[in-house]
């Protein structure tokens, strides 16, 4: 049997997320991390021929100098996830694949990302977005080339950036890429430039961020015709999911929510980044719409989003829920989720990961659908109710296996 | 227009539930209530030819003595249901209304309603099985002459039974309607011979208790018959609709839940018969096995049930959900619901009043699997997921309207 | 025996606080309302010789137009307080107050005041702080004298005013004096004019309100010379006070509180104001100090406050509290507050109008000090712990009945 | 300098608390640990000649076969307690000090302990008071000879007793002496047992459990005359503690609380005892009283206590607490505790050795009234107020240092 070799490119390598994916990935490699959590693991999948765990080499871009296994250690002092034992077992690999890690680009990240990024990361500001596509391409080329990968898989989960005015950007991917290549500033930001390096490399992508990265209708142009997979924005693993699952129950019901108030802490990296207001409205935009989307009516709604350091990567979410039942009788419903942010998000990465590089394998490229209920804004769907999206996938599998 | 006149006969016709929804019905007819609440008019239910508020008369059995207009008073005090004024706008009819509640019966009702009941009701203990079942069938069948009825609708909203030992009650109507015309004694509990009143009156039968009422094999024989519709068990308000529409998330998120507990407070009647620990019984199991059938495994699970008087017929209940996601980590979510358990019921039992009318209306009897949604342990159905079940309430409707 | 007659006069008389004042005033005089939520009626006070509900009259300035009904029929409509038996009962009366509510000023009560004010109040906009004094003091007095008043007590329960430069208000009161009677525009907010007014009428002051009021040196040596008691700031009604009974436990038992996230959420028009980020601002300090006061140490510490249009009168905060034990172990206590803000107000502000009415007769005027348990930021205290706060109150009590 | 050294004596030595307890004190020898949570660290205690934490040695009775650190590192597994750092630091004196823990007696203690008990333990069934008394006294002044100890604290740590009916135990020593000495069952549970073979050993007792021990009439006498100083009952580490800084502050506004529902739910080794109704019965009464003694009426309090395998040692309290304030208007405050109770449980324990300690080397024997603020139920005062209790403790720093 001639095994596979796949790749997979972290924009955003050393953060949280990405890091927690690499442990859980070596892990799961040593088999020594049980598959709670992972969505592709379930028995719905069990004749879906996705990629083994073994056959995954990690690489990425990063704008800071940390490495998997100092990210990870400082995961356990903050936050107080993964053992002692797990991290030793897969801390000769982390340093393997810290040598993959590439210095990513700082073109439009926001004043935030610039200001914590390293020294050589820096050294980039001012680049022009031809040179930087065609190094981030070759980054990714490279790394193909060095591993003899089938395939790679580029996934980003960079820092939330900045809104930018995205009206002027051309909608073909002609007229971008005319500007991209003559111009000294981008008109797109660097999640865009990712996704375009990612599929003019012919790669899968996975946009997890709230960024815009591959949303741009001359960017989805490319994709098709490079005939590549992609999916996102932003995962959704907590707040936004119960959001997502509960509130088409109070529209099943004809209860008339009057209010839902969201505050969100935590203190990891993301809330730093978050803490900016700018970096914040991109995020808190992504949680908003969701419940007038469901909901089918206009309500005052909530979303807060704030950097408790204590918290480390334990994202604590307080929603009140105010609705209205008959006879205009008032009631409540509140929540408190208390979850690791990292260790929430992590699985779905690896999932979402395995189903983009089958989903390449069999050819099956442009928007994936059918992943909506990984996602907070789902491209290609207009289906905001969880359980309906998960019932997507369910199709999906249905097609594959038959 | 030759206008359809509908009754609807209350098993607990003065209770908190019933009572709600008559004076909810009432404000409807009235139109001087908002349609929140109510399943039957969401946008879904536009071309579904179901019955207007205007045709319906309300008659009952009770073994108290109270009266709706008292029964709603003693709401408003103790729970601050209902304004002033669309009390007194409703009295009148509430008054009409009591004129038509008869006395019920007090077999196998469980020692703790023996003892709320009143002296009339009281006159009946120790009648046989045979005499009860003639006097309810009667009873409903004058209703229907005195109003000319063209439909009357049974629905029990009594108080839950204790559990009985029913291994030895024959699956054949034949063989249970045999005992039943000759034992002194019933083997079945007063919920079902209600139903199965209902059932020789030629009338549908809606139990949105968690006794057992039509849910015995030979009783549903008898449905089928003559030809009735049917639908139960236990009307899903509050925490077990919750769990309902989340486990499904913990579920297609792979993530393993380690305990579920759930403790419920509230200080209506309903609360005063389930602190009986016999009766209480019967609502735990009820609402017990919801977990295991969505998760698939078993898990530690605790429902608890508190009669706690100063919160009158709002029902607090706190969960607290325990889950393990990827690599070991302990996460939790917990949730507070604050609802009036009558303002919760009250439309849905106006829902499944109309949603069974038109069923029977059209033909289709039997047990009315669509309409799952509505209870926390739905008869003729093995699918426990809120919005799959409230998929198939949508394909009944596109049958029904194509 | 020659009856007593007392003034109450209201700065913000319309207002959720002082209409709810108002309303349970009068429901005591008619002996329909029990004496919950009444420290006054304490067992602690039955030798203090308090002056009975029924010596009472009540006055006031306003800058909208309402009447004490119509303010508290929108309470009951939008917030569900009161029973409609209480509020016809006591209508007649409030009718009668109304008349004795006069023009207030707008003197530096910052925009958003002033937008919601009244034709007749904005009418007054550009009077000198000079003829300002003088207009309140002489409907001060006016009230008096019509009512064969013995005393009267001002009680400012006006909305939050804006943060003012107050460095360069002078220490004295002939300095701050001669400026009030040169100046075009006053160098003090509205609460000051309102607190300097009572003083030279020779009333007793009470601020409810987190305004500065008569928390200047100069106007404090003025109150010292008139001889007038005046106590305040900030009523403590809800998470405040939560804070100042829970942060000393903590305290005692060496857990070091990491960090304290306070998010309230209300929809009355304290909200409204409050959602305008000047005043806000003056409210978020009054709250944030105390923290730090108690536990000797900073800590990140987050008070959010946020308009919520359909929870009216109901203020809803959720703390969560982060805290290290023993061996470096960090737990969390969250609590949730549901309670109705004027509802809570109302008691402690007749509380406090009988306290200083007896002080003001006893003849010990100055700061009241001993009245620290019902204020956020207490005058002429440094203790911040409530259980302490309360045990002056003890004190006080000892000496005015030995 | 002559350097004092004490023994430790634990009753239960290697349960949660007491393993939790000797872990802390040896980090605090080597300094590994900071001093948070310690209520004997707070500068109030600056100048109390209190003992150096490297002058103790541990000892004690069990009656399971564990050990220290295996038990610790059980904390670990199921709890996520202690790092592994600080685990391998304190490990060897760990197992020096299992060699001082001694066989304890079975006498009185319910049959779930002994159904948990080692073979060993269960070789004692049968002995006679007086053996049983002998034996302990024995082990504990051997512990003092073979270290050469000034003096030896002896804490109950051991599981809770089931409710035993003590109204036949005579009132005096020489009487209960005399039946002791003769019978051969004992009319009294095994902590009074230990707490009686304490005081004739001359040493200060310490009852951190709810169970009966010291506080028996003929017991307390022992006391006296031996001149040993003694306290209790019930540590007061959670919901309890949380009471007792709440109660006083509803009392202290004059708001009626309706009913107080208190649910916690945990799942270390306590949690499996207390399970059994027979022992549950005792604790549930230790937390019952406090509301009424603080609120001054009885109201409707419920506390349920659930063994919820998955929590571990993490103990989660949900509190509803519904009051009445002014107006007739119902407001709820709720609140969610999440501590581990090993961890708050231990540095109070140390703190009670510390107190003890010098307490009777001060020699002030008797009930210690001053150390309140430590226990659920309190010896020898009936100030139920945290905040009181913990000026009771001020007064006696006061006495000690002037």
Known sequence: MSERKTGIWFIGAWGGVATTSVVGLVALQKEIAPLTGL?????????????????FVVGGHEVRQIGFLNAAQELVEKSNLFSADLLSAVAPVLEEFDANVKQGTLINVGSMIEKISCDDAKKQIGETPAVALKRIQSDIEQFRSNHQLDQVIVVNLASTEPAMDLSSVPETWSELDAIL???????????????????????????????????????????????????????KTGETLLKSVLAPMFAARNLQVLSWV????????????????????????????????????DLQSLVSIEYIESLGDWKTAWDHIHFEGFLNTKMTLQLTWQGSDSILAAPLVLDLIRLSELQQRLGRSGIQEHLACFFKSPMGTTTPEFALQFELLKQWVEEVTQ
Chains 1, 2, 3, 4 share one sequence.
């Open 181 to 235: 290549q003559s111009s000294d500033t981008s008109p797109i930001p660097a999640s865009s430039l990712y996704a375009i390096a990612a599929f003019k490399a012919g790669c899968a992508f996975v946009n997890f961020t709230p960024s815009i990265a591959s949303e741009l209708p001359a960017v989805i142009e490319l994709a098709e015709t490079r005939k590549v997979a992609h999916c996102g924005r932003d995962g």
């Open 39 to 55: 969505v592709s693991e379930l028995p719905l999948f069990q004749n879906v021929p996705l990629a083994g765990w073994s056959e």
């Open 262 to 297: 969201g505050h969100n802490i935590f203190g990891n990296m993301d809330g730093i980044v978050l803490n900016d207001p700018e970096n914040k409205a991109t995020k808190v935009h992504s949680k908003a719409h969701l419940l007038s989307d469901i909901l089918g009516y």
